[in-house]
């Protein structure tokens, strides 16, 4: 079978990539000639593990090919799926703007039957609107058919997400396009894959009811990881014993500087605006939205009163990207919390592995370093920004050479406490009392 995705960025591609491991012949389509350069190369515009390789296994195979020309992407595919993005407008609603450009393209070049899948996090109503878009802009009338197929990929690990996934959803209207659909994703057949057929609306409401559960969760053990440094609890242990309880579950539940990424904040702020819009207020995402921002500025006081100020003090960070093994800066706790820093008279000092040069484009102001240790050099302090495996198991006698004063301040609870204390550091962490050496 022969399918287009339209859209390169991080979930077209991996999605293209993907499929074609799985054996179909796969069209990747993108607007950006000089990304579609690129990847024909086999040149992979963002950090993802293994996707690289994956890419050039496609293109070696002559299973993946890559084209700015949407004609040949429709014509060639019997499945198209949609992959641009979604981003947030000022009032927090998903702007579909490109999904519907997509349309209107696919609309006029459309010369039989295609089933049209968003793999784009739409809200829920979108399928039908792309429904009239579509027919709206059609030359003549021409069957087709619209799927929801959300994708379930998490940034660093999104490879093993969608050829061991934990659930495929496809919302569709037709028996025709849902036996079409399972039949590109046969191959998970033998993992025995749970698959979830449902309508349009329900598939596109379950990954924004997914991520606003997750986002939840996270904001809601962060609220906890504050009471438990008012109270002299460890949110560590509070969180295994929670998790224990399989109601629960131990996903989700690490205190840190808030959630970031491409997906969390602005999938909240979408369902916050369609709940508004129907008169459905959500009050829960609300609140895990102020709880994520507020829990941002939390960690720019924690620091500030680590260090008994800010104006005129240096800090070393490690990690910029929202969470580790990807690029991905958007939304980065790091970036609100670095802010604050140099906001304050602050001078900051910064590592990240992968992230480091896009960070310096949106942070002109810090300094760019080279590794941990270069990032400590003369800093009043370390702060572990994100658990990156490259801090998670640092030199301490030699940071102690390097850093002013001896100062650990760890926003994703890396380290026992004990042993950085053993090393002769003060530590403060998120959720867990701070301790200091003994005098």
Not at 328 to 333: E, S, T
Not at 356 to 373: F, Q, R
Not at 415 to 436: I, K, L, N, T
């Amino acid at each position: 079978m022969h399918i287009s995705v339209i859209g390169t960025g991080y979930v077209g591609l991996v999605t293209g990539a993907c499929f074609a491991e799985f054996g179909l012949t796969v069209t990747c389509m993108d607007s950006d000639s000089k990304r579609i350069g690129k990847l024909e190369k086999g040149e992979v515009p963002f950090y993802e593990p293994g996707i690289t390789e994956l890419v050039a296994k496609g293109i070696r195979d002559n299973r993946l090919t890559f084209t700015t020309d949407i004609a040949k992407a429709v014509d060639e595919a019997l499945v198209i799926f949609i992959a641009v993005g979604t981003p947030s407008r000022s009032d927090g609603s998903a702007d579909l703007s490109y999904v519907e450009e997509v349309g209107r393209g696919i609309a006029k070049h459309m010369t039989g039957y295609k089933v049209i899948a968003t793999k784009s996090t739409v809200p829920v109503g979108t399928g039908e609107k792309l429904r009239e878009v579509i027919k709206a802009s059609q030359k003549q009338p021409i069957r087709f058919d619209i799927v929801s197929n959300p994708e379930f990929l998490r940034e660093g690990s999104a490879i093993e997400d969608f050829l061991r996934p934990n659930r495929v959803v496809i919302g569709a209207d037709s028996a025709e396009a849902v036996a079409i659909m399972k039949n590109l994703y046969r191959p998970l057949y033998l993992l025995e894959t749970p698959i979830v057929i449902t309508d349009i609306p329900t598939a596109e409401m379950i990954k924004y009811a997914s991520n606003a559960f997750l986002a939840t969760k996270v904001s809601f053990i962060n609220e906890i990881a504050n009471l438990c440094e008012k109270v002299g609890a460890n949110v560590q242990v509070v969180s295994k014993g929670m998790g224990l309880d399989h109601r629960i579950g131990s996903k989700f539940l690490h205190a840190g500087p808030g959630f970031g990424g491409s997906c969390f904040p602005k999938d909240v702020a979408a369902l916050i605006q369609t709940g508004d819009r129907v008169g459905s207020e959500m009050q829960i995402a609300k609140a895990a939205a102020a709880v994520n921002e507020r829990q941002k500025l939390a960690m720019v006081e924690k620091i500030r009163q680590t260090l008994g100020g800010l104006q005129g003090k240096t800090v070393g960070v490690l990690g910029l990207s929202f969470k580790p093994n990807t690029n991905d800066l958007r939304d980065a706790p790091a970036l609100t919390i670095i802010e604050g820093l140099l906001n304050a008279g602050c001078a900051v000092r910064a590592y990240d592995p992968v992230s480091l040069e896009e960070g310096s484009k949106l942070l002109p102001k810090i300094t760019p370093c080279t590794d941990p240790y270069e990032a400590a050099k003369g800093s009043d302090a370390l702060v572990i920004m994100t658990e990156w495996n490259q801090v998670r198991n640092l030199e301490f006698d030699r940071l102690k050479t390097l850093l002013r004063q001896p100062v650990l301040i760890d926003l994703r609870n890396v380290y026992e406490p004990e042993r950085v204390v053993g090393m002769g550091f003060r530590y403060v962490s998120v959720g867990r009392p701070a301790q200091s050496p003994k005098k």
